[in-house]
């Protein structure tokens, strides 16, 4: 909203930082700047009203605080999926470019209110979160209709450098439902900003362990239907899709501690137990050979900077992980063949994690 007030009242708020630093030569004759500015505002504009059913001269012509609710109808209608936002950004970011490429010609100005409504869009959409959870959607939500967080009955915990974390346990999933329909045409933003922070989280956690890939196509899944340009009455269905996809990559990052492993050992003990029936005792066995793989390997080969690029040491880690999944691995659960395999599995991931860089 801050990005819409500043716009409103006339002042300047970009996302795209084009204004920053000095202006770059024209290497075109001035008639062919001002064409291709023209030309790509034109496109945009036309983009606007046939694919989102946007005019931005609504945006241009309104004042004070109908302003603000202009470019916010412009954002609601870029962010109908993912292929819309992401073709605005391509054409705002080419209008952003050939306007600069004009400065500080007076030809500029004539095209300055069409550039303005372009940005004021562009400013919201792309504004920076710093946040990491669903805590500033939660926070979205409620902004909208004057309340606190508080208010949601959500369990709180610090988390040093990232303010305050959601516990998705205590979440009130009805309550943020009632919250959400008050949204009414700004739905589809809370949906894209829970999808973008999401798909960082999920990541993430996909880098520190590959065989989460099952919550990845479930993402996809969600995400094909997001995009498939439904009304926005089925945005209500997809949000709580998303809200509830992210509860349960809540839950799956407190495994290792239900586990008592690390993050770290977690993954190795998933490539182990992959498609493998496994006791209780047997698991017990693959955490402590986990355990052991990691501190030995970091202990040694994996301090060797840029390990993987190093015939020895790649042996050697080879060596390493065979050797103890021959000495420990629980029989007959697994066989002589299953250790070839995981020793490749294992290799592959170690050096995916640790490529290039000592380990800590």
């Known amino acids: 909203m801050e990005a819409l007030a500043v716009y409103a009242i006339g002042g300047e708020k970009g996302g795209n930082n084009e204004t920053g630093g000095e202006p770059e030569a024209p ?19 036309l983009f606007l009203r046939d694919d989102v059913d946007f005019d931005l001269d609504t945006a241009i012509n309104a004042k004070g605080v109908w302003k603000i609710k202009a470019i916010q109808d412009g954002v609601n209608a870029v962010c109908f999926n993912d292929e819309t936002r992401n073709k605005f950004g391509v054409m705002a970011r080419e209008v952003f470019k050939k306007f600069k490429a004009l400065f500080p ?54 988390v040093e450098g990232y303010g305050n974390k959601v516990d998705l346990s205590g979440l009130d999933f009805e309550r943020i439902e009632k919250e959400f329909l008050k949204l009414g045409d700004n739905q589809p933003v809370a949906v894209q900003s829970l999808k973008d922070k999401i798909a960082d ?132 659960a697994f066989e002589d063949k299953d250790i ?3 020793t490749e599995v294992l290799f592959d991931f170690f050096r995916r994690r640790y490529d290039g860089r000592v380990a800590a």
């Open 105 to 158: 010609d007076n030809a500029i100005y004539a095209f300055q209110p069409q550039r303005d409504a372009i940005n004021a869009i562009y400013a919201v959409i792309y504004r920076n979160e710093e946040e990491s959870d669903i805590s500033a959607i939660v926070r979205q939500v409620q902004d909208v209709v004057d309340k606190s967080i508080e208010s949601l009955n959500i369990a709180m915990e610090p």
């Open 201 to 332: 989280k999920l990541n993430q956690m996909l880098r520190d362990n590959p065989f989460r890939v099952d919550y990845y196509e479930r993402y996809q899944r969600i995400i094909e239907e997001y995009n498939t340009g439904k009304e926005y009455g089925a945005i209500k269905e997809i949000f709580d899709q998303l809200v509830s996809f992210y509860g349960d990559l809540s839950e799956e990052e407190k495994r290792s501690v239900r586990e008592d492993v690390s993050e770290e050992e977690l993954a190795v003990l998933d490539m182990l137990s992959r498609d493998k029936k496994i006791s209780d005792k047997e698991k017990a066995e693959l955490k402590e050979i986990a355990k052991q793989l990691l501190e030995r390997l970091k202990e040694n080969e994996f301090q060797v900077v840029n390990w993987f690029e190093k015939e020895q040491t790649k042996s050697a880690v080879r060596v390493v992980i065979k050797n103890l999944l021959f000495d420990k691995l629980p029989y007959p």
């Open 340 to 342: 070839e395999v995981k």
């Open 27 to 45: 290497v075109k004759p001035l008639e062919e700047l001002v064409e291709d500015l023209k030309a790509t505002i034109a496109a945009t504009v």
